[in-house]
């Protein structure tokens, strides 16, 4: 998997299967729901993005559920060297106070 920041694309990576197919292209994005996976696609002579690898909806899911599963790991390992228990766990956090609306006035609207 290779991370980065491009946008809204978190990572690209490759997906081999049991058969010993490898699949290149498959990109993990960062949508308003969270991570999902993005399949390979090629652009087409209209500028648009079209699907060149089809899955059915079970399999989408477990491609999806495996890449958020793999970047998590990857993102939360330690450092070389340095076990998991060496660190105390964070402090609780503060409680805290929730903001008041104030509310608008005719003086607040510009025209």
């Known amino acids: 998997m290779n991370k980065g920041n491009w ?12 058969e010993g197919f490898t699949i290149k292209g498959f990109k993990l994005v960062e949508g308003i729901n969270g ?5 390979p696609s090629q652009k087409g002579s209209d500028d648009e993005y079209y699907d060149t690898v089809w899955a059915d909806r079970d399999v989408k899911e477990q491609v999806n559920q495996l890449a ?17 228990d060496d660190f105390p766990p964070p402090p609780p956090p503060e409680p805290e106070e929730a ?13």
């Open 99 to 111: 903001p008041v609306a104030v509310p608008f006035s005719d003086e607040d609207i510009p025209f």
């Open 7 to 18: 946008g809204k694309i978190r990572a690209f990576f490759d997906l081999q299967t049991e």
């Open 68 to 84: 958020v599963k793999t970047y998590g790991q990857e993102v939360m390992s330690p450092p070389q060297g340095i076990e998991e």
């Open 35 to 39: 991570l999902f996976v993005g399949f």
